[in-house]
């Protein structure tokens, strides 16, 4: 039912781009470290996905609710979905799929920056709604300057889902955020900023926008890795206060959301 609502309420006006492959450099600001990512070409919506009979971005948009709605878009065009997901809500990505899925950070960062090195792709009022603004709510896609690769909206308007995991060792299955939202002000819509939500999160500022492209072998691809997500929730010893490793049965529950 809920794959059926979606199916009939979204869509993604203004199609895909065609993003080039090339070369980021991605950093873990509690880690203090970097990593160099090569990406392969791949597509990504022009847009966040909109309503049908609007052009506001559709919000809010849990992560779990985003991946049903990427096999459902899939499906309606005969492509294989992406994502196998369990009664238990466990979603595993085949990455030799060639239907709709989320985006993992590194395309989603390399896609939004378009060539560029700075902390946007232009200047914040020409590029993005964000409380410089001064609205009330999510605006209508592509009324801003879009980047060198014809996507509108990366920054500011709605906070974007992508695959992969915020960070599985301090906030257990949170997934990943970025761009910046139409409350938010200039230092938190940026190109490289990230925020964490549970999967189940329901926040007023959060959507997501679609990829595609078959871009990897089983368990990895584009940046991302299912070995890497072990290896960063592992912690030897007692936890941190407030800590909740991906897999750790001793873990506590924390807030819905997390920057």
């Known amino acids: 039912?809920?794959?059926?609502?979606l199916a009939h309420?979204?869509?993604s006006p203004l199609g895909l781009s065609l993003i080039p492959g090339g070369e980021i450099v991605l950093r873990d600001a509690r880690t203090g470290s970097t990593r160099t990512v090569t990406l392969e070409a791949f597509e990504l919506a022009r847009t966040p996905v909109t309503g049908r009979t609007d052009a506001t971005p559709r919000h809010p948009?849990?992560?779990?609710?985003?991946?049903?709605?990427?096999?459902?878009?899939?499906?309606?065009?005969?492509?294989?979905?992406?994502y196998a997901i369990t009664d238990g809500g466990?979603?595993?990505w085949n990455t030799a799929a060639d239907g709709y899925r989320l985006p993992t950070e590194a395309e989603w960062e390399w896609a939004c920056r378009a060539g560029t090195t700075g902390p946007t792709y232009?200047?914040?009022?020409?590029i993005a709604w964000t409380a410089a603004d001064d609205v009330a709510a999510a605006q209508a896609v592509a009324l801003k300057t879009p980047n060198a690769f014809g996507l509108f909206d990366t920054i500011g308007n709605?906070?974007?889902w992508c695959w992969d995991y915020a960070d599985p060792a301090r906030y257990g299955d949170y997934r990943s955020l970025r761009g910046g939202g139409w409350a938010d002000e200039a230092w938190s819509c940026?190109?490289?900023v990230r925020r964490g939500s549970a999967p189940d999160a329901v926040i007023d500022d959060v959507g997501f926008r679609l990829a595609r492209g078959?871009?990897?072998?089983?368990g990895q691809a584009q940046g991302w890795s299912a070995d890497a997500d072990t290896r960063r929730a592992h912690i030897a010893g007692p936890l941190p206060v407030g800590w909740t490793p991906l897999g750790r049965r001793d873990q506590a529950p924390l807030n819905r959301s997390a920057r």
């Open 158 to 160: 709605v906070w974007e």
């Open 214 to 218: 078959a871009v990897g072998e089983p």
């Open 61 to 82: 948009i849990t992560w779990n609710d985003a991946v049903r709605y990427c096999n459902t878009a899939s499906r309606a065009e005969g492509l294989a979905p992406a």
């Open 9 to 11: 309420t979204f869509a």
């Open 1 to 5: 039912m809920v794959e059926r609502t």
């Open 90 to 92: 466990t979603v595993e």
């Open 190 to 192: 940026r190109a490289s």
């Open 122 to 126: 232009g200047p914040l009022a020409e």
